[in-house]
């Protein structure tokens, strides 16, 4: 496996391996590597003739600094995670200054207005600090397909908008959630919680699997209390927002309409760790 801890480095290398028909699969992380990140890379091996890896834990899309200070760093432990699964991927592990050339601040984007709904309505500034990262990757290693997890479903729409405004060359393929054996959704801010908390956050997907239930003959405001009652008077989960929401706008919906594609995102803090999950409802 090749590692390199500078673009130009990086980008010499990828000069010598590329030829007009070769393809590059990119799957940008934040370390802390689990199985769906493992997952997002098996299918870039097998769609792609080489296949990059970034990690990166990005300052400019944390709002939180406990957040950013707190979240896992197991670069050691990632590259042997990787070199199991293949040794013919490509590690990209940049410095701060290396991304951002002592100027860590985030550009302003205008993603049409997916950026103000959910995350984006909840940690201002957070998807500046996305588009920044992701554009700036995606000029460095020019991949032909970028894989990202639907977890971050309002991510994945982003960063197609990024791709789609700013002319990027770049296929965005979006991949299913992996999930843990308590159907939690896999994340790297799961290795934060303790056993019991880990286990008890099954309740955010039984929820969610509830409320698609109850979406189906009922209203979406309806749904919406349902979940709300759900976590009223939990003392170890809290609730940030559930929200039902077209897929394509990420608008919040006040009424159905036949043939629209429909999605519920929710966030909950467990204690001082927040987690994300989202299904479709369709």
């Known amino acids: 496996m090749h590692i390199f801890y500078g673009k130009a480095a990086l980008k010499g290398y990828l000069k010598t391996i590329k030829t007009?028909?070769?393809?590059?699969?990119?799957?940008?992380?934040m370390g802390a590597l689990h199985q769906g990140h493992l997952a997002l890379m098996q299918r870039s091996l097998k769609e792609n003739d080489d296949t990059v890896v970034s990690i990166f834990v990005n300052p400019t899309q944390f709002?939180?600094?406990?957040?950013?200070?707190?979240?896992?760093?197991?670069?050691?432990?990632?590259?042997?995670?990787?070199?199991?699964l293949s040794d013919k991927m490509i590690l990209y592990a940049p410095s701060v200054d290396d991304i951002y050339e002592g100027n860590t601040i985030s550009g302003s984007f205008d993603f049409d207005g997916?950026?103000?709904?959910?995350?984006?309505?909840?940690r201002p500034g957070h998807f500046n600090g996305v588009g920044t990262i992701v554009k700036r990757l995606?000029?460095?290693?020019?991949?032909?397909?970028?894989y990202f997890g639907e977890k971050d479903f309002q991510q994945l729409q982003i960063v197609k908008k990024l791709a789609e405004k700013y002319d990027l060359p770049v296929n965005v393929v979006g991949c299913p959630i992996f999930r843990e054996e308590n159907q939690l959704a896999m994340s790297s801010r799961n290795e934060r919680l303790t056993v019991e908390e880990r286990?008890?956050?099954?309740?955010?997907?039984?929820?969610?699997t509830e409320a698609k239930e109850v979406f189906q003959t009922k209203s979406p405001q309806e749904t919406v209390e349902f979940v709300e009652n759900s976590f009223r008077g939990n003392e170890r989960f809290d609730l940030e927002y559930f929200v039902i929401a077209d897929e394509s706008t990420l608008l919040p919906i006040e009424n159905k309409i036949i043939d629209k594609k429909y999605r519920a995102f929710i966030a909950v803090f467990v204690n001082s760790i927040r987690l994300i999950d989202t299904i479709s409802l369709n």
Do not use: C
Request: cysteine-free; aromatic content about 8%.
């Open 138 to 146: 995606f000029e460095i290693v020019e991949p032909t397909n970028a």
């Open 20 to 29: 007009a028909n070769s393809t590059i699969g990119f799957v940008p992380t």
């Open 114 to 122: 997916l950026e103000n709904q959910m995350e984006g309505k909840f």
């Open 199 to 208: 286990k008890e956050a099954a309740i955010i997907y039984k929820t969610l």
């Open 63 to 84: 709002n939180n600094p406990e957040d950013l200070e707190k979240y896992p760093r197991t670069l050691e432990e990632d590259v042997r995670k990787m070199r199991g």
